[in-house]
């Protein structure tokens, strides 16, 4: 039987969907970027959700015209094909309808978007470093496997190993709707490669992935930028230390949350081209600002979400690895297993896509669905 709510729910969707698909038409409308990408990313995922109401219509359509035919025939054979029609469609019902209540919630307009990845040693000292350096590992091994593009921006290594601090920028599709699950506190219990006395530690590092700023996301007045040149340092042969290809840029910023002055230091020698480092360092920018600029928002839905699944405070707990077990378990949700090899090698799939879930039942329960 069809849920008659969730009709109703769907009811103007077609009218909407050809609104939008002659805005998107109108030449003044693609001269206003920001409203253009809104208004091109509201068709797509309508385009989505009007297929599957037309085929939840049908199916509706089907059960009703096969229940008709059940009542008004004498012939058996006819009946037993109308009973088979009712069967295997009523059993479609349930899971279409599903589909179109998780297609019904709003989609985090930053989810599509690409991210700049931070990740940074805690408590611990060198073991912190260390565990940052297997992280990020884990997490180049996982952006490999879905096919995204990895560009380290900046990175500071530890006297150990690992990365006291390393920036890395991933481009793809949904990025963020999928890793911004990663944000939090990582802890990891296990016995140091420093350790003498095979004691286990507790150490830490911080994860931080935040939606990549478009050009038009935020303003900023690059005549007030203020550059540095020069020359970096490290591997990379005669040019690197000959050229001054490292740039660093300073710019003051008005922030709206404090009302104060704030200002950004941003340093970039990913390259040996100039310009692209200049590029690479304004994205960082307005990626910073973007993410600052928002974070009220961001901290407005966390405060009404029980899970905190995807916007929870970046200072929390949201991981423990054990290694004398072997054992992973994500905090938000109680999720545990005992792969931690093949998890800390970026099998971590599995434990992103329970996030999803856990996510997406509150925003049912939200929505009211």
């Not at 229940?67 to 029609?85: G, I, S, V």
Request: hydrophobic share 35%; proline share 3%; charged share 30%.
């Amino acid at each position: 039987m069809a849920n008659d709510t969730l009709l109703q729910r769907l009811d103007g969707l077609d009218t909407r969907f050809e609104e939008i698909g002659t805005l998107i038409t109108d030449p003044s409308v693609i001269a206003d970027q920001k409203h253009y990408v809104k208004l091109s990313k509201e068709y797509k995922s309508l385009e989505t959700l009007l297929n599957a109401t037309h085929k939840y219509k049908k199916l509706v359509r089907d059960i009703e015209e096969a229940k008709a035919l059940l009542d008004a025939e004498t012939d058996e054979d006819l009946r037993a094909m109308a009973r088979e029609e009712i069967a295997a469609n009523s059993e479609q019902l349930p899971k279409l309808e599903e589909e179109i209540k998780l297609l019904l919630i709003p989609e985090d307009p930053e989810d599509s978007k690409n991210v700049v990845l931070e990740i940074r040693g805690g408590t611990g000292g060198d073991e912190a470093a260390i565990f940052a350096g297997d992280l990020a590992r884990m997490y180049t091994r996982y952006c490999e496997s879905k096919g995204w593009k990895i560009e380290v921006s900046s990175a500071s290594e530890g006297s150990s190993g690992g990365y006291k601090e390393i920036v890395f920028s991933v481009t793809g599709t949904d990025v963020y709707g999928t890793l911004k699950y990663e944000s939090g506190v990582h802890r990891v219990q296990r016995v140091p490669v420093t350790e003498t006395q095979g004691r286990v530690h507790t150490s830490a590092a911080s994860v931080a992935v935040l939606p990549e700023a478009e050009p038009f996301d935020v303003e900023i007045n690059e005549g007030e930028i203020k550059w540095d040149y020069f020359r970096s340092s490290g591997a990379g042969g005669q040019n690197v230390n000959k050229v001054n290809s490292g740039v660093r840029l300073r710019y003051m910023w008005l922030n709206p949350v404090t009302g104060e002055q704030q200002e950004i230091l941003i340093e970039c020698t990913e390259t040996r081209d100039q310009p692209k480092n200049k590029e690479r360092a304004l994205a960082r920018l307005r990626t910073f600002i973007y993410d600052r600029e928002h974070q009220k928002y961001m901290d407005d839905i966390a405060s009404r979400r029980k899970t905190l699944v995807s916007t929870g405070d970046r200072s929390s707990k949201i991981r423990t690895y054990n290694y004398p077990q072997g054992r992973i378990t994500d905090h938000r949700i109680g999720y545990t297993i005992y792969n931690l090899p093949a998890f800390m090698d970026g099998d971590i799939q599995d434990c992103i896509d329970h996030l999803i879930v856990a996510e997406n039942a509150e925003k049912l329960r939200e929505a009211e669905l």
